[in-house]
């Protein structure tokens, strides 16, 4: 059975920093493609940053240049640095990986206090 599990979210004022984790378990290959979405209360999930074979990370616009993607893939892990986090990132963060399908984790919240 494969799992993602995230970890990492929290309450942070503007300008902080988080670190979020993502482990899966249940694989016997890496993810060709893993990464983060993220959904707002009333917005649509979007991308926020991800690994696809054969690029360099892509980003959502809005976080390029203060988020970094990142992985272990000896330990089939995901991370995502959040740096100068704003209002505007609160939202549910959502690892994400693919391999023949699409496999999500639970969710992790994030607040971001002005």
């Known amino acids: 059975q494969v799992q993602l599990v995230e970890s990492g979210g929290g309450l942070v004022q503007a300008g902080g920093s988080l670190r979020l984790s993502c482990v899966a378990s249940?694989?016997?290959?890496?993810?060709?493609?893993m990464g983060w979405y993220r959904q707002a209360p009333g917005e649509q999930r979007e991308l926020v940053a991800q690994f696809s074979p054969g690029t360099s990370p892509t980003y959502a616009a809005s976080v390029k240049g203060r988020f970094t993607i990142s992985r272990d893939n000896t330990l089939k892990t995901v991370y995502l640095q959040m740096n100068n986090l704003k209002v505007e990132d609160t939202a549910v963060y959502y690892c994400?990986?693919?391999?023949?399908?699409?496999?999500w984790g639970q969710g992790t919240q994030v607040t971001v206090s002005s």
């Open positions: 994400y990986g693919h391999n023949f399908r699409d496999y």
């Open positions: 249940g694989i016997r290959y890496n993810f060709n493609v």
